[in-house]
């Protein structure tokens, strides 16, 4: 559909009643003009109560649990009263009394078990999403605009990876046109649960934290947007994160690499996998600010797209919750290159993300760098994997750093910017920073540098300085 506009709203900017308004009037200005596709967040914080609500279920804790319901019944029920005419009111609370009791029956079943199976706290936490787009939905009718709320897990086709999961587009294609597509035919907006999709044998599955982000991309490919907008909370992708660094200044452009490194690095601002699908249609994005309309908001081109005048870094990101786990041959009757073989298939099958690796020929040593969070998973495949040579000493017993960060200075084309590496590194040190392992790969885009948990923030605001990214 050539002039299609996918719209995501994340999760402070569906936060309350007042936020809601705005969505949908964002929502209506654009449907009055072109067919549009709007994707919600859950309300900000809901998504955490839900999570703490099933643990709080499976620890069999009944008191905390109706407590966690009450807090989620309050929380709708008043932005229900606050946004909707009083004659909606009655059926709009049946329908938020519905998806919550439909949660509340899972958290029960697991209370019942004393677990949680990954696929029934999928099922359940997409209820905070389609609490929202019933919400928005809801408000958009009661304005007179044709509005239809939509459950992801009826468009977006994934595999069944549990709380990861990876869309299968071409079935999502198919279940767009029928379910997405039949809607704007007859001029009704649709507003579509981000986070969630399901199984081609219809098992609900959900996308990661921050997930609605992915969601509202994968749904642009998947019909062809002209454009995708991401309305959050600060003014679009800016040079460092504006909770760390106060002179941080929004990016009037960058480059789908730079904001796919940038995410991937720790950026929270997109989820880590929203530039991917749109690559091969080259669907353009903004990321825009839902609390200030008048700002332009950043936008996400095609490399090709930007000047090369705008080469050199363009912004810092860090990332706290990480961890090195290194891996030294006891001595040299073993191939340091079979060994790394063998720990990169470890982590293939443990499906980890390896955030940045490097390692040192003479001693055969290498070391990697992945997200705490997944730490328990590499080290059983690790373990498993290469068993007989821990076993017999080949292998010295591996090191795991928790204390350490991560920094990855981005832009496109850095590789041609002279002295630039020596540049970031003498700041760091200034600051009595120390450096655990660099990697600069093969990639013009980033620089990553591991270094002591202790002086991530420093050497974040050194960095940013030194580059003159700031205002
Ligand atoms: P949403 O709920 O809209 O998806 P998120 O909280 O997931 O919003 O992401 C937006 C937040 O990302 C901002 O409030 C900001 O604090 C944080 N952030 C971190 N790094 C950056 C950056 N480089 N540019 C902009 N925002 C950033
Ligand atoms: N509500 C989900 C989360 O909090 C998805 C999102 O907000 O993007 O992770
Ligand atoms: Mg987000």
Redesign the pocket.
């Given at each position: 559909m050539s002039d299609l506009l996918v719209m995501?709203f994340?999760?402070t900017s569906m936060g309350s009643a007042a936020r809601i308004r705005v969505a949908a009037e964002i929502s209506a200005e654009q449907h009055a003009k072109r067919p549009v596709v709007t994707v919600v967040?859950?309300m900000?914080?809901?998504?955490?109560l839900l999570l703490d609500s099933l643990r709080k279920a499976e620890a069999g804790d009944q008191a905390d649990l109706d407590e966690n319901l009450k807090q989620l019944f309050a929380r709708h029920f008043d932005v229900c009263r606050e946004l909707l005419p009083a004659a909606r009111q009655e059926a709009a609370l049946a329908g938020v009394h519905a998806l919550i009791s439909e949660f509340s029956r899972i958290a029960k079943g697991m209370m019942m078990l004393g677990e949680r199976p990954p696929r029934s706290i999928d099922e359940a936490?997409a209820i905070?999403?389609r609490l929202s787009a019933f919400l928005l939905a809801e408000y958009l009718e009661s304005e007179g605009i044709l509005a239809a709320a939509v459950n992801a897990a009826d468009v977006i086709a994934t595999d069944a990876v549990f709380g990861n999961a990876t869309p299968l587009m071409e079935q999502t294609r198919q279940r767009a046109s029928k379910t997405i597509r039949r809607l704007l035919d007859e001029k009704i907006l649709p507003v579509v649960t981000?986070?969630n999709g399901s199984t081609l044998d219809g098992r609900p599955t959900?996308?990661?934290?921050?997930?609605?982000?992915?969601?509202a991309s994968i749904l642009a490919a998947a019909l062809d947007a002209s454009e995708l907008w991401i309305w959050t909370d600060v003014d679009g992708i800016m040079t460092g994160d504006p909770r760390l660094i106060s002179d941080a200044r929004v990016l009037d452009m960058v480059t789908y690499n730079e904001a796919a490194e940038l995410a991937y690095n720790g950026a929270k601002v997109l989820?880590p996998r929203t530039l991917a699908p749109l690559v091969e249609r080259e669907i353009p994005v903004w990321s825009k600010n839902s609390f200030a309309l008048d700002k332009p908001g950043t936008k996400i081109v095609p490399s090709a797209a930007m000047a090369s005048a705008a080469r050199g870094p363009h912004a810092v990101t860090s990332m706290a919750d990480v961890a090195l786990v290194s891996i030294e041959p006891a001595n040299s009757v073993l191939s340091g290159t079979k060994v790394m073989a063998r720990a990169l298939e470890a982590l293939d099958r443990a499906n980890v993300e390896i955030l940045a690796i490097t390692s040192s020929s003479y001693r055969q040593t290498f070391c990697f760098l992945v997200r705490q969070s997944e730490l328990g998973s590499v080290m059983d495949h690790l373990e498993e994997s290469l068993s007989l040579e821990l076993a017999h000493g080949y292998l010295k017993p591996f090191d795991v750093d928790k204390d350490v960060g991560l920094i990855a200075v981005v832009g496109e084309g850095m590789r041609g910017t002279p002295g630039l590496a020596g540049r970031i590194f003498t700041a760091i040190s200034k600051r009595n920073v120390n450096i655990i392992a660099i990697a600069q790969g093969s990639s013009e885009l980033t620089i990553a540098i591991v270094v002591r948990r202790e002086g991530l923030e420093s050497a974040v605001k050194a960095i940013h300085q030194e580059c003159g990214l700031g205002r």
């Open positions: 995501k994340g999760g967040s859950a900000s914080k809901v998504t955490d936490i905070g999403e981000g986070f959900t996308l990661g934290r921050g997930g609605s982000d992915f969601s989820h």
